[in-house]
């Protein structure tokens, strides 16, 4: 495969090219997605708290050109820097389920950190290493990162029943300052959790996803709290009601998401053996106060829910459909396009987990699709062993014009997640890329593969997938560290 033509399509365009002085001290280069960013301030002198590996940044340059001595000659003229952005993932894994945080600093053999997180005592604080009173923490939902190493996040749990009784507290939703260097968060409740339809739970263990009655817009400033009508828009700082939107029981219509830009609000509902999700237009007032909504478009018969492309207003929407095509959907001109994908192996599964982009150089919409044939080996006998016949990540440039896929590179799965297949570990648990997702600012793509005990994040680069860090990852949200 001539990977000079995914470099074209996927490199992030620079002013220069930098010369690596040591291979042994510094990681790969990472593959951005889009074109250049506005400069951002120098990060603060601060170490990851749960990175493994200290990594050196932009170092201060004492060359020519540096005026301290009074000398006003700018000496020679540099290529800017290209400032790589570092991303933070917010996970919830183990059993009983905790959330834990991964830097996308950390190694690969590194760990994350668990944090704990829980009701605030008397003095309005949490003690982590007291007695804990909320368990079984799960589908954290960022909210925000106000500062390194900090972050605002929405998530479920289940306040500790006292007297021994475990897992017999009401499940509820929580909003929760937490700090990654103290591994603790300081917790609200918000409201009682709608439980998820048994008959859509079915659908989504079958794909590989997970399903929420509450969310977060994607910028932040909302939170979306599932009621036995539809949902509650609250102002994630404030926490004051902001409007609600009218859509049948949050039970039925589930995974909300809100895209700020254009008020484009979601849900996504069960159709027949599939789901289907609705676009709906929300008006809103100079304050936020959302005053009205509005029926756009609904894609019927998808594998998973329709993830909108980028945060910019009048962006698509995607998802795979029934027939394993890329559904699109624009939500300005309320149309929807099906890219069916070419040449993929007779024998096998078409993964539901896709990640969508929007290239930022020749605005080409992109996208990243799974494609899995494993087998059960019959030669392990009474244990459960598994057989890799092929599996691959492909990267399709989508002509919209033609309605066209066209492949741009095909990668494998990394040898990690191979070896852990083939292991016989995953026994009793799902054998499958689990999600493909691109990151907020869309310069990079990120997956959960099999691990361990777990799945774990891995990043896309040019020619591979290179493990972010080792620690146990069941479903991810991530934002950009400022």
Excluded at 6 to 34: E, M, N, P, Q, R
Excluded at 189 to 213: C, F, H, N, W
């Amino acid at each position: 495969m001539n990977f000079k033509t995914f470099a074209a399509a996927l490199a992030f365009v620079v002013g220069g090219i930098f010369v690596v002085g040591s291979i042994g001290c510094s990681k790969a280069d990472d593959t951005f997605l889009t074109g250049p960013q506005k400069p951002s301030a120098p990060a603060p002198d601060t170490v990851d708290p749960d990175s493994t590996d200290s990594e050196d940044e932009n170092s201060a340059d004492t060359g020519p050109g540096n005026t301290s001595n009074g000398n006003t000659d700018p000496g020679p003229v540099r290529p800017p820097v290209t400032v790589k952005p570092d991303y933070r993932f917010f996970c919830d894994d183990g059993y009983p389920p905790y959330i834990s945080s991964v830097s996308s600093k950390a190694s690969s053999s590194g760990f994350g950190a668990g944090l704990r997180v829980g009701l605030a005592n008397s003095n309005g604080s949490f003690d982590p290493n007291g007695p804990a009173n909320l368990e079984e923490h799960r589908l954290p939902q960022l909210v925000s990162i106000p500062a390194f190493g900090k972050a605002r996040l929405l998530f479920s749990a289940k306040p500790v029943v006292g007297g021994g009784r475990v897992g017999l507290g009401l499940r509820n939703v929580y909003v929760a300052d937490t700090d990654v260097s103290t591994r603790s968060g300081v917790a609200k409740k918000i409201a009682r959790e709608i439980d998820v339809d048994p008959s859509l739970q079915v659908v989504a263990s079958r794909e590989g996803y997970g399903l929420r009655t509450f969310g977060v817009s994607d910028q932040g400033k909302y939170l979306l709290i599932g009621t036995v009508d539809g949902y509650q828009l609250m102002d994630a700082v404030t926490l004051q009601p902001m409007g609600s939107v009218k859509v049948g029981a949050a039970s039925r219509n589930v995974n909300p998401s809100l895209r700020e830009s254009d008020m484009i609000f979601s849900v996504t509902r069960l159709d027949g053996s599939f789901v289907q999700t609705t676009l709906f237009s929300l008006t809103a007032g100079s304050s936020g106060q959302v005053r009205s909504s509005k029926t756009l478009e609904t894609a019927r018969s998808l594998r998973r829910p329709l993830i909108a492309v980028s945060p910019v207003s009048g962006e698509s929407f995607a998802a795979i459909d029934s027939k394993n095509k890329i559904r699109v959907v624009s939500s300005g001109a309320v149309r929807a396009s099906s890219f069916e994908v070419q040449n993929l192996p007779k024998k096998g599964m078409f993964s539901s987990a896709a990640a969508f982009w929007r290239d930022g150089v020749t605005g080409t919409l992109m996208a990243a699709v799974g494609f899995e044939n494993i087998e059960r080996d019959p030669t392990s006998g009474v244990s459960l062993r598994y057989k890799i016949v092929q599996v691959f990540v492909r990267v399709l440039s989508l002509d919209e014009s033609k309605v066209l896929a066209m492949t741009e590179t095909e990668l494998d799965y990394p040898l990690e997640a191979r070896r852990v297949i083939e292991s016989g570990v995953l026994a009793s648990r799902r054998v499958s890329l689990k999600d493909l997702r691109s990151s907020p600012d869309g310069r990079e793509v990120f997956a959960l593969f099999p691990g361990g005990l777990s799945s774990e994040i891995y990043r896309l680069k040019t020619n591979s997938f290179d493990r972010v860090s080792q620690y146990g990852c069941g479903e991810f949200s991530m934002g950009v560290e400022p």
